[in-house]
């Protein structure tokens, strides 16, 4: 594999929220790989859903494939705004007018202003908006949630396609725990269903519930189940620890079961 391959794997795989910190070793291992990776960062960009805040404005947008224009350039059919986007750096720039005609303008019109009801209930910060695509109804949501001073970061994709009746995608959840270790949690679960399309982003609202709720539940099985099984039961000395008695212990003769000579 080469140098390049390597790079742009490491970055494609960066958890949630820490890009600048992959490219930043990257950087500092191999200064002149960097230039290269612009592929790798558009790839990463499309893939997580990235978020970016246009000039003057207060809530951020998504970048994906499905709001893709020409000549690097992406839209929002909220705001009805295009933008430049660069991808090494993160950045968008020269936002101007731009409404995005089709058949499906009412339907995303309608779901956009669901989905800003739902999501502000539900999630405590997120982003969303809805696309048409080769026909059909493109639904995104993508929350972030960064804690690098409790060394945590985590991501929520959702991403949902609805025509002719009929609601598929997937819904990934993403999770860096690095606290004198590195832990990481990466799902991700196809979903379908049926319905009209004024209720929409109603079964979207059952659907992530239910995952939610399942989620919960495999936390708690982990918690009670697998981990604990990696925990002695008992110390060494096959017996319990007296811990009202622990400052009367002797090192080696109580705990150990050692006589005193």
């Not at 020269?94 to 019109?109: D, K, M, R, V, W």
């Not at 982003?127 to 080769?134: E, G, I, M, R």
């Not at 639904?139 to 409790?150: D, E, L, R, T």
């Amino acid at each position: 594999m080469s140098k390049s391959a390597i790079g742009a794997a490491f970055v494609e795989n960066a958890p949630p929220g820490e890009l600048a910190d992959v490219v930043a070793d990257i950087q500092a291992i191999e200064p002149s790989l960097v230039a290269s990776l612009g592929p790798a960062f558009k790839k990463y960009n499309h893939e997580q859903y990235t978020t970016v805040k246009l000039p003057g404005a207060s809530q951020p947008v998504i970048v994906s494939s499905y709001n893709s224009l020409d000549d690097g350039r992406y839209y929002d059919p909220e705001s009805k705004t295009s933008f430049a986007f660069d991808h090494a750096t993160g950045k968008a720039s020269a936002t101007q007018s731009y409404a995005h005609e089709g058949p499906q303008a009412a339907l995303i019109e309608s779901t956009l202003k669901s989905l800003s009801k739902y999501v502000s209930e539900y999630f405590p910060s997120a982003s969303y908006s809805a696309y048409s695509k080769d026909n059909a109804l493109v639904i995104i949501i993508v929350a972030n949630k960064y804690s690098p001073n409790n060394f945590w970061n985590g991501r929520w994709r959702s991403c949902y396609r609805y025509e002719d009746d009929s609601l598929s995608g997937e819904i990934k959840v993403d999770v860096h725990y690095y606290e004198d270790g590195n832990v990481r949690l990466s799902t991700n679960k196809p979903v379908s269903a049926s319905a009209a399309a004024s209720a929409v982003v109603k079964e979207i609202g059952t659907i992530e519930k239910k995952y939610q709720e399942d989620l919960n539940r495999g936390f708690n099985d982990l918690s009670e189940g697998a981990f604990k099984g990696l925990r002695r039961q008992l110390p060494v000395t096959r017996q319990k620890v007296e811990w009202e008695k622990i400052s009367g212990y002797k090192l080696g003769q109580d705990i150990g079961g050692g006589r005193t000579r």
